[in-house]
């Protein structure tokens, strides 16, 4: 069994592709298995992904059922029994070190059972526009969680294999923010941390999860938080926050029905709060001009 297995699921990357997949070959560490999942590429990327796993007996190509990167994810894990997972995506380039340096911490922490690191932004033509920091420590994460910050990028982080065995699977009721989820889980079983080092370019395009989903992605963590909150109280204006931006985000996209549904979640965290009523007005206003659904 290898110590290491590397998770990547790849929708339609074909530009992207060989240089985060040459990022993974190239790693320091070399004992691991690498697990990509096609998941209904129409592009080049098969013909990239085939070409490396030629050149390379660590990989393994599973073929997805283009039923999204959640369902992707979890069948990629199926091909994943190593003591550690670490999760890339199919636009993002690892640094030569990240594997070793996460390895070197999460052996020398065994209570921590996700790790991340900080990113480099990167734009479509691999240029440095920016950089991500994250808390570091367990609560700090959690605090950036539940306040809708992203504690953790999800293309840098290690997980430990006998946690993600725990929590059997990555869940997303809408198949968007299955990190989130994730994390929230998880953290109540191990410890989530962050390296202060710039281990992964995270690749800023027009087609980035969070440039074509956003509102998927606030429902889907309404749910999660929801549900995390039925084994851990938490304060009544952390529901209405997330239920108010599910709320108003699907207005946005034209849904007022469902719109209306958040909106009503907001009124019952906490019903004398004007985020609820103005949400439940933006519902309202968005089903009277036609737009619902």
């Not at 059972?113 to 920016?130: A, F, H, K, Q, R």
């Not at 410890?191 to 027009?206: Q, V």
């Not at 007022?256 to 949400?279: D, T, V, W």
Request: proline letters at 3%; hydrophobic letters at 35%; a negative charge.
């Amino acid at each position: 069994m290898n110590e290491l297995s590397v998770l990547m699921p790849v929708f339609n990357c074909e530009r992207y592709l060989d240089k985060a997949i040459c990022s993974i070959r190239e790693q320091t560490f070399s004992d691991f298995a690498f697990v990509i999942v096609d998941d209904g590429s129409t592009d080049k990327s098969p013909e990239i992904i085939a070409r490396h796993a030629r050149d390379d007996k660590r990989i393994t190509v599973v073929q997805g059922l283009a039923k999204g990167v959640t369902h992707a994810l979890n069948t990629g894990l199926a091909h994943c029994n190593s003591i550690y997972i670490a999760r890339m995506d199919g636009d993002d380039i690892s640094a030569p070190n990240r594997f070793q340096r996460q390895l070197d911490v999460m052996s020398q922490f065994p209570d921590i059972g996700i790790l991340g690191t900080t990113s480099t932004l990167i734009d479509e033509s691999d240029n440095e526009i920016g950089e991500l920091a994250y808390p570091l420590d367990h609560d700090q994460i959690i605090n950036k969680l539940l306040t809708f910050g992203c504690g953790l990028t999800h293309p840098s982080a290690m997980i430990r294999g006998s946690v993600m065995e725990l929590l059997d699977r990555y869940e997303s009721s809408t198949g968007a923010s299955q990190d989130f989820d994730l994390y929230l889980r998880a953290s109540e079983i191990s410890r989530l941390a962050n390296l202060n080092e710039p281990l992964l370019s995270y690749r800023i395009h027009n087609q980035s999860m969070g440039a074509t989903s956003s509102a998927a992605q606030a429902r889907a963590k309404y749910h999660s938080l929801a549900a995390y909150n039925r084994r851990n109280q938490l304060p009544s204006d952390y529901l209405l926050n997330f239920a108010h931006q599910a709320s108003w985000m699907t207005a946005e996209e034209g849904q007022g029905r469902e719109a209306f549904g958040f909106a009503m979640q907001c009124i019952k965290h906490k019903p004398n709060s004007f985020l609820g009523y103005r949400s439940v007005a933006r519902s309202i206003y968005t089903m009277a001009c036609g737009a619902g659904r």
